[in-house]
């Protein structure tokens, strides 16, 4: 792997504007809004993660999964594909780039077990292996073959020096903290100075990283102004942490500042590299060599994120508020609508639906083109 993450393919090919995004997804805005769109992103994410613990596949590959499931819809849509092949090439592809390779068999029976079943309802999925193996082709096209992908577990490590990830085993980021002989700028600040965070906050703000892959966050932003934002996360989400923070900014706001907490010209604690109170969290996270608007901006679209899959009837984030549809324990398998309660079947029924309107408008275009003709006619008749 590139060891420098602003000379990766990664960092020149495949973060994207807001604009491109919007392009992108032109063809299925034609049979879906926004939003349901972007609870399909939150409903695929979901997906690849089932497929990949039952492929047995660790975090990062199964993040990786999810990012070339996205960037192939940079160029594709929905509705010309089908995305539960799609995703079973990404989970297939992204373990043999991540070196934990699975075989073409057992992708195919894990992902028909899993579809066909009562969960998604999917009638009909490829028994063939050759059906994957030509869609991770197609997979590898649409990809240009660039495979190196950067996660923001490691900027959120080594912003909290941890050698080992404070999470269990099964979600652990393999490999992640390796230390190459070229590691590139420290382009999120001089890292001089760690965090020293519980590890009840560093395991909450390593699963807002998880959960950042149910967005569009992975083509949109680097991955280290991610964990920056992931770390904000924790230490307002985290009981402890979040009073450090508080009773600081308390005792500050009625206090003149002063020296003591002082920083460095590079921006880290003047007596410590080991940042540890409220105070000093404050100020080492101000003196990263990043925006804070692009932070704030990030935040809030985590924020909108738990929005859209607090909605959904499985796998919720157990942080994100609940709505009154699911505190009344009610339940709606109609297709996506404002407000309601959507399940897996659901969804994968409004898939395989604008699959089928497509094709309906493929056999039977609008009559705009007949119109048009029928007005030349009569345009032609009145002057002859």
Partial sequence: MATDYWASSHHRRWIVDRHTLNNARAEDLEYATHEQLALLGVFFATVISKLGKRLGLRQRAIATSVVFFRRFYLKNSYCDTDPFLVLTACCYLASKAEETPVHLKTAIVEARSLFTGEDYNLKQFPSDNSKLAEMEFYLLDDLECDLTVYHPYRTLLAMCGKDNPPVPE??????????????????????????????????????????????????????????????????????????????????????PPSNAGGRASHGQPKRSTVVRTGDELILFLAGLNVSMPL?????????????????????????????????????????????????????????????????????????AKPTAINKVLERTQAAG
Avoid at 326 to 343: A, F, H
């Fill in 170 to 255: 099964d979600d652990a980021e393999a490999g992640e903290l390796g230390k190459p002989q070229h590691d590139g700028p420290r382009y999120w600040g001089t890292g001089i100075g760690k965090l020293d965070l519980e590890e009840g906050a560093i395991q909450m703000a390593w699963f807002v990283v998880n959960d950042t892959y149910r967005s569009d966050l992975c083509l949109l932003y680097p991955p280290h102004l991610i964990a920056v934002a992931s770390i904000f996360f924790a230490l307002t989400l985290h009981p402890s942490s979040r009073s450090a923070v508080d009773s600081s900014l308390a005792f500050s706001s009625s206090h």
């Fill in 295 to 367: 932070i704030a901006s990030i935040i809030h679209e985590i924020i909108a994120m738990y929005s859209l899959w607090n909605r959904m009837s499985e796998g919720r984030a157990d942080w994100a508020p609940q709505s009154s549809m699911q505190r009344k324990g009610k339940s709606n398998t109609s297709p996506i609508k404002q407000d309601d309660l959507v399940t897996p079947v659901a969804l994968t029924q409004f898939v395989l639906e604008m699959r089928e309107r497509k094709e309906r408008d493929v056999a039977h275009p609008p009559s």
